[in-house]
């Protein structure tokens, strides 16, 4: 099976724009998590897409968002970029039941200047 | 809420010797645990989790973690390390599922010859 993949892998965003990443889960997998790694924060929950609801939610204000699609393929957008959102953006699918984990792609490096 | 406390933030060992990665949690209900390990510039690799049944658990590249539940603790072992174990280790809980799981700083293991 193919892994998760994200695009792009990299992105330099200027203050205040918006910016939207992508995420394909491994087929067959039906929840999407992502997760925000900062040196300064570590790795935080941002949500969860669940057969194209968000299942659960992190503490991040509403700038951030996402969506899945019927095929489960995931998008996050942050909107009104802050220096501070830089970071490391990690996508992970699951099959989104108990007993299993997830799998996590390789991230999209995020710079905001 | 539960929070994870890896005790050590940086492990440096010599090749051939034993390590243990210590990971402390705190939650008010069952859990499940993980231990994942990041390369540079990549995503998370799962490498053993605890959901229940023996408190001993074994994961790739011969590693190993046991859960006690009194000291509430998930401490990663490894008999005999290797260079290409050079890595940041992360430890996880999740109280719901695998979807939405709460992170630790990480430790930086750093195998030297």
Known sequence: ?113 | AQSVTQLDSQVPVFEEAPVELRCNYSSSVSVYLFWYVQYPNQGLQLLLKYLSGSTLVKGINGFEAEFNKSQTSFHLRKPSVHISDTAEYFCAVSETDAGKSTFGDGTTLTVKP
């Not at chain 1, 724009?17 to 929950?45: A, E, K, N």
Request: glycine fraction near 12%; aromatic fraction near 14%; charge should be positive.
């Open chain 1, 1 to 113: 099976k193919a892994g998760v993949t994200q695009t792009p892998r990299y992105l330099i965003k200027t203050r205040g724009q918006q910016v939207t990443l992508s995420c394909s889960p491994i087929s067959g997998h039906r929840s999407v998590s992502w997760y925000q790694q900062t040196p300064g924060q570590g790795l935080q929950f941002l949500f969860e897409y669940f057969s194209e609801t968000q299942r659960n939610k992190g503490n991040f204000p509403g700038r951030f968002s996402g969506r899945q699609f019927s095929n489960s393929r995931s998008e996050m957008n942050v909107s009104t970029l802050e220096l501070g959102d830089s970071a490391l953006y990690l996508c992970a699918s699951w099959e989104g039941v108990v007993g299993y984990e997830q799998y996590f792609g390789p991230g999209t490096r995020l710079t905001v200047t």
